[in-house]
């Protein structure tokens, strides 16, 4: 259980990084959030990583709950 623990954990990192940023750098040092929250849909290889994103997130935390009991 620890290995694929251990496996889903590198694999989140990797997809998190591959992501593309949500927002703009320049709002990030300025604060400005006029735009975070406007409504943007993901296609193709965007909707496939955020989705994956979900799963091996989802699948880290059941994992880690399992493991605790």
Do not use: H, P, W
């Not at 997809?15 to 604060?31: H, M």
């Not at 955020?50 to 935390?61: D, M, P, V, W």
């Amino acid at each position: 259980m620890l290995t694929l623990l251990m496996i889903i954990s590198v694999l989140l990192i990797i997809i998190v990084l591959l992501q593309s940023g949500k927002a703009e750098s320049g709002s990030i040092i300025t604060g400005g959030n006029a735009d975070l929250f406007m409504n943007r849909k993901e296609r193709g290889g965007e909707l496939f990583i955020t989705r994956l994103t979900y799963a091996l997130g989802i699948a880290f935390f059941i994992i880690c709950i399992i493991m605790d009991m």
